[in-house]
C-alpha cells in the first residue's frame, strides 16, 4: 500500500517540476518571424515562392483565363453568348462591376507577389553570402514587381502603390497613386534588375537581364501613350529595345523560325528561344488552365471561355500565320466553324495536343509566354518611328522579321512614321491574336472605342456608350469595403 | 393536458370493494425491465399485515377476497393492486423523482437536488431503444439550449453541437467533452451503449469550473461500471437499410435538351440537339444521375456490454462493431470498439480505478461538405443526355453540355478518400480517503490518436493524371489531474463540498503526407508511390498546453438554500507573455422553496427550485502559432512538367492576441407537480463575450489573406423549456418530454474604426463573388450580405434599358440608384442563425411493446442554397440548367409573369440574392421504434426484446434543396460566421433499423 502512495506522490511531483515547459510554444518545423530567412538558399526559396502568386491556379495570377476575361474589351476576343459566362460576357460588353471575380484573381496575384518581393527586398540586406547569387535574387525580385506593377497600372489606372510587406493598420487607409507614381517605380526597379540581374536564366520560368530590358522597353512604349502621355518615353524604348536586339545572342534571345513549332500545343520543357519572359507550368500541382478546354469550342467539349471576333478574324491576313492561328474546323473537321455552336472561330494557338486522347485536359503543363522576342521586335519597331520622323532600316528590319515568318511579303517602304508605326501596331494584333497584348495597344493608344465599333452582327456588342471610364477596371469590391479611400 | 391528467388520476384512483373472505393471493413482483425484485413489501392496505419477496420476487398472502395490496419498494412507486386468483404479475415503476439522484458536475458529483447551476442530465432510458450509433445523436433534441446539425448526413459525417448558441467568431463552438474525467476527449468514437449518464452543464457557474474551455458548454460523458455480483451480459445486433431523404425534380434528357436548344435559340447561337436525338431521349431517356450515385445502403451494428465483479472489484466490458455504408456509392463508416473500465477496492481507504477505450474507425468517401467537385453537386451539373459509361465501358470524362468538370459516378467509384483513425483513451487513478469526506484523487491520462490517410484519384477524376497520396500523423494529449475534496454535513443543517485541483494538460501532434502525381501505374495506388512523374512530401509539428488551478464550493443550508462559487486560472501557450494567463470565476445560487413551509401547506409542489448563476468562462480555441507572421509552403513551376518548392508570406501574425471571454447571467426554475408525474424547467441566460476572435480580411493589395484579431463584442441570450410528464399509467404508460430553446444573438460592437467585417465561406468557389456574411453590431452571426432579388423585368418596365436589361431578365433592388448592379448595391438580406428549436420525445409501453416517437424542429433562419442556384442558373460550373424549375421560366409571349429570369444575352444572374435564399426551417420526425419483449414465460433467464425502429422518415420543410439541415460547413474553428450554406452537402438519409437484444 505504501509504495501505491510512494508512486502517486513522485508522479504528482514529476507533473509539477515538469510544468515550466508546458507554457512554452514548441514552433517546430514553421518558418515563423522576421529572422526566418537568414541564408541565400532561404532568400533563393522566398524568390521561387514570390513567382508562385502569378500563376496560382484559379486563385490568383495569370493560371486561369482570369487573364484573357480581364483584356476581353479588346476586338480580337470574345465569348459565349450564354452558358456560365457572365463574368466574361461583362467584359467583352463593357459592363464590368466590381465584383466580377476575375479581376480578383489578377489583382490578388500582382499584390500577393509584390508583398513577397516587397519581404525580399527588406529581407536580403541582412543576409552574408555569395555576392552574385544575392544579385541575382534581388534582381529577380525587382523584375517581379516591376512586372506586377505594370500589369495593374494597365488595368486599374490608379492603384495603391505598396512597398512594404510589413502589415499594419496604416496600410488600411492607404490612397490610391497615379500612374506616374507607378510607373516612377517601374521603371526604377527595372533599372535595378537589368544592372543586377545575369544574362542568363537559372531556369526557363524566370527572368535574365534580358527580360528586364524587354520589359522595360515596352513599359516605355506605353508611357509615350495614355493615360501618361510621354512622347520622350519612346525613344527610351526603342534604345531599350535595340539593347536586346542587338546583344540577344547574349541573352539566348531569337524568334523561333518555326512558328508552328511555336504553338504546338506540346509542353516543351526547356522553352523556346522566344521566351522572353515565360511563366512555366506543370500540370500536376501548377497548371496552366488558359489552355486546352478553355478555349476550344463546345461542339469538341470545350468551354467556350474565348474565341476570336469574326471582324478581327476576317480582317486576319490570310497565310501560314491565320492558319496556325486559327482552329476552324471542329468535330473531327465536319464542322465549319460559320455552322459551330456559337458561329465562331477558336483560337488554335492555345490548344493542347494531349498524349491520350477523350482527355482533354483543362489542366495543362503548357507554358505560356507573356513577352517573346517577336515583342521587342515590333515594340521597336513602333518606338522607333514613333520617337523619329520617319521609321529607321532597323525598325523596318525587325517588323519584316516577323512578317516573314508569319509567311507575308514585307512592309511597304517609305511610309510616313505615322503610318508606319500605326501597321506596326496592327501586326501586333495579328501577331500576338489572344495573347494578352491588343487591349493594352488599344487603350494606350485611345483606340478602344473605334476598334469595338465594327462588331460583326454575330458578335456581342457593347451594353452601352463606350467612354474613357470604361479603359479602367474597377477595384475590387472587398478592397473598397477594407478601404473606403479606394472607392 | 391537465383535463386528462385529471381524468387519468381519477381512473388510477379507482377502486373496487368486494366481499371480505379470506383468500391466499401469490404474485411476482418485477422491474420495468422484468426483473424480479427482492425485498418489495406487500401489505394489506389499513392493516398492518405484510410480507416481503423472496429473490425470485415472489410472494405469498392471505387476505380478505378484494383486498387492496399496498406494493411498495425504496426507489420506485408506490402501487396499489386489487388481490386476485391466480399468480398476479405486478410491476413497479421507477419513482420520477430520485431523490438522492446524483449527478456529475465535473471534478466531482452532486445530488442532483442540490444543484444551483443549469445542467440537463440524459440517462441511458431515453434512448436506449433508438439505433443512435454516435453521442451526436443522443444530444440532439434532448436538451434544451443544445442544437446538433448533422452538417453531412453521410455515415459518421461531421456535426455542429452548439449549447446556447454561439459565443465565438473564430474560435471553435463545439462545447468542451469530458469522458470520465478525461478533459476535451473526441466524443465521436464513444459507443452509445457504453455510455451511462451525460450530463450538459450548460451556464456559467456550471462550466466556469473548465476556465478557459468552459465557453461553449460542456459535456460530461460518464461510462458504465460494473456492480457486484452474478455477470450481466447483453447482446445486441442491428441491421439497417438507408435512402437518401429525397430527390430534387431535374429535367429529363428530352426536356433537358429541348430547353438547352430553347436557350441557344434565344441567345443566337445555332442549338446543340437534332430533333431526332431529342425523339431519341423521349422514347429511350436518358441518364438518371441521381439514381447513379445515390444507392440503398445497408448497415449492421454489434454491441455487446459484460459487467460485473466480486467485493472488490468490478468491471465492465464493452464492444462494438458497427458497419455503416453511405447512401452515395463507395461511402461507409466503420468503427470496432472496445472500452474496459475497472475499478478496485484496494484497501477501505484506498480504490484504484483504469478506464481504457480502444477504438478504430474507418471512413471512406465521406466528405460531406460538397462545393464544386461534391459527387451531389455533379449529380445535379451533368447532363442527363450524356451516358455514364462510353460504349468500351470507361467513364464518359467529358460532358459536351453542361458540367465542366468530373463525372459524379467517377468522383466516387474512380476515387477513394479513406481516413483510418486509431485511437486509445485511457485513463489511470487513484483515490485515497484520508479521513472520512476528505478525499484525494490523482489521475493521469492519456489520448493518442493515430491518423492515416489513403487518397487515390483515377484517371477519369485526375485528366489522365492519375495520383495518390499517403499521409499520416499521431497526436498525444497528456493530462494529470489532482483533486482534493472535502464533504461533511455539520450539524445536520450545513452540507459543504470543497474542491481543489491542480491540472496540467500538454497536446503534440505530428505528421508526414507523401504523394505522387501522375503515376506510372496507376493501379497499383497509393501502395506504391516510387513511379510517379513528380512527388510531394510535407511535414508538419504543432504542440500547445494548459496549466490550470482551481477551486470551488459548495455549500447548502438546511438542504433550502443553496451556494456554489468557483474559481479557476488557466494559462496556455497560445498566447504571447502577458497575456497567458487568465483567471474565471463564478457564483451559484439556489433557494428550494419546496422546503418552505409555505409552499408545502400549498399542496402542489412535489419540488420547486429558483436558481441564479453568473460565471466568467474563456475560449482559447484558436490553433497555436497565430501571434507570430510565418511563411507557408507552395510549389511552383519553372521547367514544364516539373515543380520546385519555395515559400510566400502567410497570414500576418497578431502578438498581441488575447482570451476571448464570455460572462453569463443565468436564472432558472426548477418545478415538479402531482408526485413528480409533471416536471418543468425553465431558464433565462445573457452571455456576454468580449474581445471576440475573428480573422480579420486583410486587403488583396497588402498580401491578402486574414489576420487574427479581437474585434468585439456579441451578445446572446435565450429562453429554454422542459416539460416532462407522464400523461397516462394505466396499462398504457406514457411518457413525454418535450424542450424548446429560443435563442437571439447579436453583435454588440466592433473596435474602433470599423462599422462592418466579412466573412466568407468560400464554400462557394467560382459561385460567390464577395464573402457572403458580414459582422454589423445590432445584427446577428450569420448575417448574409448580398443582392434583392426583385423578380424578372416585366414588358411594361420602362426602367430596364438603364440597366442594359430587356423584359424577362433578373431584376435587383439598386440600393444607390446608380442603375448599376455591383458591390455598392449589397446590404444584409438575410440570417442564417436558426431562432429556435425545439425536441418532442415520447414513450409509450404497452404490455410487452415500447413505442417511442422523437420529432425535432429547427427553425427561424435563411439557408442560401447555392445548390439549386448553380443548377437552375447555369453559373461557374454548370453551363446548363438542369431542374425542373427552368420550364417555368419568363418566355416572351408565352410566360411572362415567371420570375425565373428568360433565356438572354443581356441577363445578370447573382447567386448571392435573395433569390436563393430559402427558410430553412424544418419539423423531422427523427425517431419512431417499436420494440417488443419477449414474454418471459417463453424463457427461461434469458430477456429478449426485438424492435423496428425508422429515422428521418418524414420531413416538414419550405426548403428546396435535399435536407434542410445538412450545410456546406464544418463544426470547426470559424465555421459559424458563415451559416447554412448548402452547396451539394451530402444529405440525410431515412433509414429503417430492425434488431434485437438479448440479456442474461
Known amino acids: 500500500m505504501k509504495k501505491l502512495l510512494y508512486t502517486i506522490g513522485a508522479l504528482s511531483i514529476l507533473t509539477i517540476s515538469g510544468c515550466s515547459k508546458v507554457l512554452q510554444e514548441n514552433p517546430n518545423g514553421q518558418l515563423i518571424g522576421e529572422n526566418a530567412i537568414t541564408t541565400v538558399s532561404g532568400l533563393q526559396s522566398a524568390l521561387l515562392g514570390a513567382y508562385q502568386p502569378l500563376k496560382n491556379g484559379y486563385t490568383s495570377g495569370f493560371a486561369s483565363s482570369a487573364v484573357v476575361a480581364v483584356v476581353m474589351g479588346a476586338d480580337d476576343l470574345t465569348t459565349h453568348p450564354a452558358s456560365n459566362k457572365q463574368e466574361f460576357r461583362e467584359m467583352d460588353q463593357f459592363s464590368v462591376t466590381s465584383t466580377n471575380t476575375r479581376i480578383s484573381t489578377i489583382w490578388l496575384g500582382c499584390y500577393k507577389t509584390i508583398q513577397n518581393v516587397n519581404n525580399i527586398l527588406d529581407v536580403y540586406k541582412k543576409i552574408n553570402g555569395d555576392t552574385s547569387k544575392i544579385n541575382q535574387i534581388v534582381g529577380e525580385a525587382y523584375f517581379l514587381r516591376a512586372f506586377s506593377y505594370f500589369w495593374l497600372v494597365r488595368l486599374w489606372g490608379n492603384v495603391p502603390l505598396i512597398t512594404t510587406a510589413d502589415y499594419n493598420t496604416e496600410l488600411l487607409s492607404v490612397n490610391k497613386s497615379t500612374p506616374a507614381d507607378i510607373y516612377k517605380l517601374i521603371e526604377s526597379d527595372l533599372q535595378q534588375a537589368e544592372r543586377l540581374m545575369p544574362n542568363a536564366k537559372a531556369a526557363p520560368g524566370r527572368a535574365n537581364a534580358g527580360s528586364a530590358k524587354a520589359l522595360l522597353a515596352e513599359v516605355y512604349l506605353t508611357e509615350g501613350g495614355y493615360p501618361v502621355k510621354d512622347a520622350s518615353k519612346y525613344a527610351l524604348a526603342a534604345a531599350k529595345a535595340k539593347e536586346v536586339i542587338d546583344n540577344k545572342s547574349k541573352y539566348n534571345f531569337d524568334l523561333n523560325p518555326d512558328l508552328a513549332d511555336l504553338w504546338s500545343g506540346i509542353p516543351k520543357p526547356n522553352g523556346t528561344v522566344e521566351d522572353v519572359f515565360t511563366l512555366q507550368f506543370s500540370a500536376t500541382g501548377n497548371a496552366n488552365s488558359i489552355y486546352g478546354k478553355s478555349c476550344m469550342p463546345g461542339d469538341d467539349a470545350g468551354w467556350d471561355d474565348y474565341f476570336a471576333e469574326i471582324t478581327f478574324f476576317n480582317n486576319f491576313p490570310a497565310g501560314k500565320r491565320k492558319d496556325i492561328t486559327f482552329y476552324t474546323k471542329f468535330k473531327n473537321g465536319t464542322l465549319d466553324w460559320t455552322n459551330s455552336a456559337t458561329k465562331h472561330p477558336y483560337f488554335s494557338k492555345f490548344r493542347v495536343n494531349t498524349p491520350t486522347p477523350g482527355y482533354l485536359t483543362s489542366a495543362t503543363s503548357m507554358s505560356m509566354p507573356l513577352i517573346r522576342y517577336a515583342n521587342v521586335l515590333l515594340t521597336y519597331a513602333e518606338a522607333q518611328a514613333r520617337a523619329n520622323t520617319s521609321a529607321g532600316s532597323d525598325a523596318y528590319a525587325a517588323v519584316n522579321e516577323v512578317r516573314r515568318r508569319a509567311g507575308l511579303p514585307d512592309m511597304t517602304i517609305s511610309l510616313s512614321a505615322n503610318v508606319f508605326a500605326d501597321s506596326v501596331v496592327q501586326e501586333r494584333a495579328w501577331e500576338f491574336a489572344g495573347e494578352y497584348t491588343r487591349w493594352f495597344d488599344l487603350v494606350r493608344l485611345e483606340k478602344v472605342e473605334e476598334a469595338n465599333s465594327h462588331k460583326d452582327v454575330n458578335d456581342l456588342k457593347p451594353l452601352g456608350t463606350i467612354t474613357k471610364a470604361n479603359y479602367w477596371l474597377p477595384i475590387p469590391y472587398m478592397e473598397t469595403q477594407l478601404n473606403p479611400n479606394l472607392k | ?1000
Open chain 2, 1 to 1000: 393536458m391537465k383535463k386528462i391528467l385529471l381524468l387519468l388520476g381519477m381512473l388510477f384512483c379507482f377502486v373496487l370493494y368486494g366481499s371480505a373472505q379470506n383468500m391466499n393471493v401469490n404474485g411476482i413482483v418485477k422491474d420495468q425491465d422484468n426483473k424480479p425484485l427482492q425485498g418489495v413489501t406487500i401489505a394489506l392496505k389499513s392493516s398492518g399485515v405484510a410480507v416481503k419477496t423472496d429473490a425470485s420476487g415472489a410472494f405469498i398472502l392471505t387476505v380478505p377476497s378484494g383486498g387492496t395490496l399496498v406494493i411498495s419498494h425504496v426507489g420506485f412507486e408506490t402501487k396499489e393492486v386489487i388481490a386476485a386468483s391466480g399468480t398476479m404479475d405486478i410491476q413497479l415503476k421507477n419513482h420520477y423523482e430520485k431523490l438522492d439522484d446524483i449527478v456529475v458536475i465535473g471534478y466531482g458529483s452532486q445530488r442532483k437536488k442540490d444543484l444551483t447551476g443549469s445542467v440537463t442530465s440524459i440517462s441511458t432510458k431515453d434512448f436506449k431503444d433508438q439505433p443512435v450509433t454516435s453521442v451526436s445523436q443522443v444530444l440532439q433534441g434532448r436538451s434544451a439550449g443544445v442544437q446538433v446539425i448533422s452538417n453531412a448526413g453521410s455515415p459518421g459525417g461531421d456535426v455542429s453541437i452548439r449549447i446556447r448558441g454561439n459565443n465565438s467568431i473564430m474560435g471553435n463552438n463545439n462545447p468542451l467533452y469530458i469522458i470520465d474525467g478525461f478533459v476535451g476527449a473526441d466524443y465521436s468514437a464513444i459507443n452509445p451503449s457504453d455510455i451511462a449518464s451525460i450530463e450538459v452543464l450548460k451556464d456559467a457557474s456550471a462550466t466556469a469550473i473548465y476556465g478557459s474551455r468552459g465557453a461553449n458548454g460542456v459535456v460530461l460523458i460518464s461510462t458504465k461500471k460494473g456492480r457486484s455480483g452474478a455477470v450481466q451480459v447483453e447482446f445486441s445486433t442491428r441491421f439497417t437499410t438507408a435512402k437518401v431523404i429525397k430527390k430534387m425534380d431535374l429535367l429529363n434528357a428530352a426536356d433537358f435538351a429541348r430547353t438547352v436548344n430553347d436557350r441557344s435559340i434565344a441567345t443566337g447561337i445555332a442549338p446543340t440537339f437534332t430533333q431526332s436525338q431529342i425523339d431519341s431521349f423521349a422514347k429511350y431517356g436518358g441518364t438518371d444521375w441521381q439514381n447513379e450515385v445515390f444507392r440503398t445502403a445497408p448497415g449492421q451494428e454489434y454491441l455487446l456490454g459484460i459487467s460485473g465483479g466480486g467485493d472488490k472489484t468490478t468491471f465492465y466490458v464493452g464492444g462494438n462493431y458497427l458497419d455503416q455504408k453511405g447512401v452515395l456509392l463507395n461511402s461507409y463508416y466503420k468503427r470496432f470498439s472496445l472500452r474496459t473500465n475497472l475499478n478496485s477496492q484496494l484497501s477501505n481507504k484506498l480504490s484504484l480505478y483504469i478506464n481504457s477505450f480502444v477504438t478504430r474507425q474507418e471512413k471512406n468517401n465521406v466528405n460531406g461538405d460538397g462545393g464544386r467537385w461534391s459527387p451531389v453537386t455533379q449529380a445535379l451539373a451533368w447532363s442527363p443526355t450524356v451516358p455514364v459509361r462510353d460504349a468500351s465501358g470507361n467513364f464518359t470524362v467529358n460532358d459536351p453540355v453542361s458540367s465542366i468538370t468530373y463525372n459524379p459516378v467517377a468522383i466516387l467509384l474512380d476515387q477513394n478518400k479513406t481516413e483510418q483513425n486509431t485511437s486509445a483513451n485511457i485513463l489511470l487513478g487513484m483515490k485515497y480517503q484520508f479521513a472520512p469526506g476528505l478525499t484525494l484523487d490523482i489521475s493521469g491520462g492519456t489520448n493518442y490518436i493515430n491518423l492515416q490517410g489513403l487518397n487515390y484519384s483515377g484517371p477519369a477524376v485526375s485528366n489522365n493524371l492519375p495520383g495518390a497520396s499517403r499521409s499520416s500523423a499521431e497526436s498525444i494529449s497528456l493530462q494529470s489531474t489532482n483533486n482534493l475534496t472535502y464533504t461533511h454535513l455539520f450539524n445536520n443543517v450545513h452540507r459543504l463540498t470543497a474542491t481543489a485541483v491542480f491540472e496540467v494538460q500538454t497536446y503534440k501532434n505530428n505528421g508526414f503526407s507523401a504523394a505522387g502525381n501522375n503515376l506510372t501505374f496507376p493501379e497499383l495506388g497509393y501502395y506504391n508511390l516510387s513511379q510517379a512523374s513528380s512527388y510531394g512530401v510535407n511535414t508538419a509539428y504543432s504542440n500547445y498546453g494548459l496549466i490550470s488551478y482551481l477551486g470551488r464550493v459548495n455549500y447548502s443550508f438546511k438542504d433550502k438554500y443553496l451556494v456554489t462559487g468557483s474559481v479557476r486560472r488557466d494559462g496556455s501557450s497560445k498566447f504571447q507573455k502577458g497575456n497567458q494567463y487568465s483567471t474565471f470565476p463564478s457564483v451559484g445560487l439556489g433557494w428550494k422553496l419546496s422546503e418552505e413551509d409555505f409552499i408545502k401547506r400549498m399542496n402542489i409542489f412535489s419540488s420547486l427550485k429558483l436558481r441564479a448563476g453568473y460565471g466568467i468562462t474563456g475560449s482559447q480555441a484558436i490553433n497555436p502559432y497565430q501571434t507570430m507572421t510565418g511563411y507557408s509552403n507552395v510549389t511552383t513551376s519553372f521547367t514544364s512538367g516539373t515543380l520546385t518548392s519555395g515559400v510566400v508570406l502567410g497570414n500576418p501574425g497578431n502578438e498581441n492576441l488575447k482570451w476571448e471571454s464570455t460572462q453569463q447571467l443565468d436564472f432558472g426554475i426548477d418545478a415538479e407537480v402531482f408526485n413528480g408525474r409533471l416536471s418543468f424547467a425553465a431558464d433565462y441566460y445573457m452571455k456576454h463575450t468580449k474581445d471576440l476572435l475573428l480573422a480579420v480580411p486583410v486587403p488583396s493589395y497588402a498580401g491578402g489573406g486574414s489576420m487574427l484579431s479581437n474585434v468585439g463584442a456579441m451578445d446572446n441570450s435565450g429562453y429554454e423549456f422542459t416539460v416532462t410528464g407522464v400523461p397516462v399509467a394505466t396499462k398504457i404508460n406514457w411518457t413525454t418530454s418535450f424542450n424548446l430553446s429560443i435563442l437571439h444573438n447579436k453583435v454588440v460592437s466592433l473596435n474602433a474604426g470599423q462599422n462592418k467585417l466579412f466573412a466568407g465561406s468560400s464554400v462557394g468557389a467560382g459561385l460567390s463573388a464577395q464573402p457572403e456574411f458580414v459582422l454589423i453590431p445590432g445584427m446577428p452571426l450569420g448575417s448574409y450580405w448580398g443582392l434583392t432579388y426583385l423578380g424578372t423585368w416585366k414588358a411594361a418596365d420602362k426602367d430596364a434599358a438603364l440597366y442594359g436589361n430587356v423584359a424577362g431578365d433578373s431584376k435587383y433592388l439598386d440600393l444607390n440608384g446608380d442603375h448599376k448592379i455591383d458591390g455598392n448595391d449589397y446590404h444584409v438580406i438575410g440570417h442564417g442563425l436558426p431562432k429556435y428549436t425545439w425536441g418532442w420525445n415520447n414513450t409509450a409501453t404497452y404490455k410487452h411493446f415500447t413505442l417511442n416517437i422523437f420529432v425535432q424542429a429547427v427553425g427561424g433562419y435563411d439557408k442560401l442554397d447555392y445548390l439549386y442556384a448553380a443548377a437552375i442558373s447555369a453559373n461557374a460550373d454548370i453551363r446548363q440548367a438542369t431542374i425542373a424549375d427552368i420550364k417555368n421560366r419568363y418566355i416572351p409571349g408565352v410566360n411572362e409573369t415567371s420570375d425565373i429570369p428568360a433565356f438572354t444575352t443581356t441577363g445578370k444572374n447573382y447567386t448571392q440574392s435573395t433569390r436563393f435564399l430559402e427558410d430553412g426551417s424544418f419539423i423531422r420526425l427523427k425517431n419512431i421504434s417499436l420494440g417488443y419483449d419477449l414474454p418471459q414465460s417463453l424463457l427461461k433467464k434469458v430477456n429478449i426484446k426485438l424492435f423496428v425502429s425508422g429515422a428521418n422518415l418524414l420531413t416538414i420543410t419550405k426548403y428546396k434543396g435535399f435536407d434542410p439541415e445538412t450545410t456546406s460547413l464544418t463544426s470547426g474553428a470559424g465555421a459559424d460566421v458563415s451559416q447554412s450554406i448548402d452547396y451539394g452537402s451530402y444529405p440525410n438519409a431515412k433509414s429503417i433499423t430492425a434488431g434485437v437484444t438479448v440479456r442474461f
